[in-house]
């Protein structure tokens, strides 16, 4: 049971303009999200993350936002630039019975930025 | 400040073997996170430690193990291999989580 859907495997847009990334999740007890972001041949880097506690988070070209009523997250990317092609994978965190964080992970989107 | 490392980069086992793989987290990170990666399944958790402590576990088979040592590096074990274990392993630590997670580059497990 994928509890972090992207629903989306792949995405192409043009350089300049903007590059949305939706994530949607079922379990309303995750309580921060966060985007990863990975180049082929290396880890996952970490890109930005939002608590449930707000509904907006901005650092730079990148904003995530937070729609808890709709299960519904989205970054985006403006503007988009050809080093940003890359997969970017959705992930929720939240505290198993034992109190500790257990953070899940979406199967990833693929962005082509085409110059 | 040194990465995550992880060790070997690639490996080559046969089915029925058993196969080891390690972490050495960021320099001040305790907690270390173990994920299976395979195409079209994004990234299957598998379990997390902190400070020596299996905190939580992932939905895989008992043939995967792991453990943490008091210098906070890890080893993750799978026994008795699997076609379908051919999978990139990545580690991950973290301080806290509002800094996110820094991965590894990655074990590449190839079982033949």
């Known amino acids: 049971d994928q509890q972090v859907k992207q629903n989306s495997p792949s995405l192409s847009v043009q350089e300049g303009r903007i590059s949305i990334l939706n994530c949607d999740y079922t379990n309303s007890m995750f309580d921060y999200f966060l985007w990863y972001k990975k180049y082929p041949a290396e880890g996952p880097t970490f890109l930005i993350s939002i608590s449930s506690i707000k509904d907006k988070n901005e650092d730079g070209r990148f904003t995530v936002f937070l729609n808890k009523s709709a299960k519904h997250l989205s970054l985006h990317i403006v503007p988009s630039q050809p080093g940003d092609s890359a997969v970017y994978f959705c992930?929720?965190?939240?505290?198993?019975?034992?109190?500790?964080?257990?953070?899940?992970f979406g199967i990833g989107t693929k962005l082509q930025v085409i110059p | 400040k040194a990465g995550v490392t992880q060790t070997p980069r690639y490996l080559i086992k046969t089915r029925g073997q058993q196969v080891t793989l390690s972490c050495s987290p960021i320099s001040g990170h305790r907690s270390v996170s173990w994920y299976q990666q395979t195409p079209g399944q994004g990234l299957q958790f598998l379990f997390e430690y902190f400070s020596e402590t299996q905190r939580n576990k992932g939905n895989f088979p008992g043939r995967f193990s792991g453990r943490q040592f008091s210098n906070s590096r890890s080893e993750m074990n799978v026994s008795t291999l699997e076609l379908g274990d051919s999978a990139l392993y990545l580690c991950?630590?973290?301080?806290?989580?509002?800094?996110?997670?820094?991965f590894g580059s990655g074990t590449r497990l190839t079982v033949v």
């Open positions: 991950a630590s973290s301080f806290q989580r509002d800094y996110g997670y820094t």
């Open positions: 992930a929720a965190s939240a505290r198993n019975s034992g109190g500790y964080q257990k953070v899940t």
